[in-house]
């Protein structure tokens, strides 16, 4: 008998429409692939040759469980360069394989059942997933399109009650690409402050940012730092989703009890992918650039063909590489539409659903494809549309 626990967790349904598409693939039907959150580029040579020669030089065994101190000594500079904070790399930081491990850790480490997480609405669907699993209660903070995806300060106040424990941000955002302000920030930092709660910060794509947008990070606020746990990593700003490589910053009780679950769940990070993040962070960043400038045409280009077809619209997104598409009009839920665009367009996309009850209504279309690839999609969706008619 399966454990009641395993009948709350969730998953991430992007694996199920890349199997209904890889279906489709083996029957020889070309699918243009929009709803895979990973860049489409090659790890940068620095990074893959640094991998290489950590393995000749021996990088295959256990390291300690927070990570190489080597390793954690380069997250703390980079994070000093990037975000101006200062974090302690042998008691703040903890190297794990993946940034998704800091989320469940970070839950299972702070939160118990009686406790409320307020989780963003749409967003990643693995916080509500974790939530769920430890028996607490998820707290739906809505964005809203208005807002170009962000909140309503003075509703997040509303939800807060005394059982609420944890906040989660994530900015640049997944599923909307959308960017909290500075005065959001500030907004935030003093409902923290006020009812002494904790902040779960996912910064996954604050490298993932255009048009001049500058990242902020909520423990850059007064106070915050002590309250807040940053979740990083390399999967997405250097395109090494499959090298399984994240970071903790946390305060420093917080960070003995990551230790602590690491130790107890997977020992420690692969040590070569440690060396090679090692040449991630502080080498040179030129490769990050271009993957930026690239996702940057890409999402002009998106953003304006999608505009440009009757029933669909969406706003600009400011970072990361998804587009959160009004599809309200076409008259279908978000999942039906998906589906009829994977079956009629040949083009795959997620229901906005999956990414919690605000999403109805929305496709997330990642534009982590070429220029090329997103033109013909686009061609496809218009005429797909039109039988519709
Ligand atoms: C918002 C967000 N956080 C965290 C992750 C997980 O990152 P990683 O692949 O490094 O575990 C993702 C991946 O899709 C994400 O979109």
Request: with cysteine; glycine share 6%; proline share 5%.
């Amino acid at each position: 008998m399966i454990a009641e626990r395993m009948s709350r967790i969730g998953t991430e349904t992007a694996f199920k429409v890349l199997a209904k598409a890889k279906e489709m693939e083996a029957k020889g039907i070309e699918v243009i692939h929009l709803e895979i959150g990973e860049p489409d580029f090659d790890t940068p040579k620095n990074i893959i040759d640094a991998a290489k020669r950590a393995l000749d030089e021996g990088y295959t065994h256990y390291t300690p469980s927070p990570g190489l101190i080597e390793a954690r000594e380069a997250i703390a500079e980079y994070t000093k360069k990037y975000k101006g904070l200062e974090y302690d790399p042998a008691k703040e930081i903890v190297v794990f394989p993946g940034a998704k491990p800091v989320m469940f850790f970070n839950i299972l480490a702070l939160v118990e059942p009686k406790d409320e997480v307020i989780i963003p609405n749409t967003g990643f669907p693995i916080y509500e997933s974790m939530v769920n699993f430890i028996g607490a209660k998820p707290v739906s903070l809505p964005l809203k399109e208005e807002l170009d995806f962000r909140f309503d300060p003075n509703i997040l106040n509303e939800l807060i009650s005394d059982k609420t424990k944890l906040l989660i941000l994530n900015s640049p955002h997944n599923p909307a690409g959308s960017v909290l302000s500075k005065s959001d920030f500030k907004a935030i930092a003093e409902i923290a402050s006020d009812n002494n709660f904790y902040i779960l910060s996912d910064e996954v794509y604050s490298r993932i940012l255009y048009d001049g947008e500058k990242h902020y990070s909520i423990a850059q606020f007064e106070e915050m730092k002590e309250r807040t746990i940053i979740l990083d990593g390399f999967s997405k700003t250097y395109a090494m989703t499959g090298w399984r490589l994240g970071y903790s910053l946390a305060p420093e009780e917080i960070t003995e009890n990551f230790v602590l679950l690491q130790t107890n769940s997977t020992s420690c990070t692969c040590a070569f992918t440690q060396i090679a993040g090692i040449e991630a962070l502080s080498g040179p960043q030129d490769a990050v650039d271009s993957m930026v400038k690239a996702f940057r045409e890409r999402r002009d280009a998106i953003v304006d063909g999608l505009n440009r077809i009757q029933g669909i619209s969406c706003r600009k997104p400011k970072g990361a590489f998804y587009v959160l598409a009004n599809v309200k009009e076409t008259g279908m839920s978000s999942k039906e539409f998906s589906d009829y665009l994977l079956y009629n367009a040949h083009v795959a996309s997620l229901p906005g659903e999956d990414f919690g009850s605000e999403g109805e209504g929305y496709l997330r279309f990642s534009y982590a494809n070429s220029v090329e690839n997103i033109k013909k999609a686009l061609e496809n969706i218009e005429s797909a549309l039109q039988k519709l008619d």
